[in-house]
Structures are given as structure tokens and as C-alpha cells.
């Protein structure tokens, strides 16, 4: 998988342009349109940056359907993390009560 493909699929997929993802990153003004444009690919520590800004881990950033589809790994869309963490927040009780509730409308 190429890293700068891998990263526009992401741009896409969040609606983000590369001035959104420069400053959600918090890199320098311009740093992703340099990549696109000279074909360069991020540091290791700018692309960590880059995940930490889309709420992924770099493992995610590489995660190619494809290629791992026979693997028991889950792709973490953005409305999946957002139901992990409130999932993290949740009580034991209201934890029990959200599954139940999952379960019924299977």
C-alpha cells in the first residue's frame, strides 16, 4: 500500500482537505500538499502525527481490506471509534443494557 494513497483515502473518508489534516496534525502550513506534490512519503513521526489527528493507530493507517481480509482484524471507521469510547465511559450496568439492546435489534 502506498502512504500517500492510504492518505488521501483517509482525506476522503473524513472530508478532510490537506489544509484540515496540516493543522489537525499540527504541522507546518503547506506540509501535506508538499507531499502530494513532490511524491515524498511522511517521516515516521509525521505519519504518527497524522494518525493521532484521524484517531487511528499507525496498524490502522496500514490496514489494507484486501490484502487481510481472511485476518480477524476490524477496520475502526470514525463512527465505530466514536461508539468504542463512549463504550469505554459506559458502567458495567449501562454496558449489559447497550448490549441487550444491540442483540434485540439483530
Not at 485476518?71 to 465511559?89: A, F, G, Q, R, T
Request: hydrophobic share 40%; with cysteine; glycine share 4%.
Amino acid at each position: 500500500m502506498e502512504v500517500l494513497d492510504r492518505l488521501k483515502e483517509l482525506q476522503k473518508m473524513y472530508g478532510w482537505s490537506d489544509y484540515k489534516i496540516t493543522k489537525e496534525a499540527g504541522l507546518s502550513d503547506g506540509a501535506i500538499s508538499n507531499m502530494y506534490r513532490r511524491k515524498t512519503t511522511p517521516s515516521l513521526y509525521t505519519l504518527q502525527l497524522i494518525c493521532n489527528a484521524f484517531g487511528i493507530t499507525l496498524s490502522q493507517f496500514f490496514y489494507d481490506e484486501k490484502e487481510d481480509k481472511n485476518k480477524d482484524i476490524v477496520p475502526i471507521s470514525p463512527e465505530l471509534k466514536c461508539l468504542i469510547d463512549n463504550w469505554l465511559e459506559l458502567s458495567a450496568e449501562n454496558r449489559e443494557l447497550v448490549l441487550k439492546l444491540v442483540q434485540a435489534l439483530h
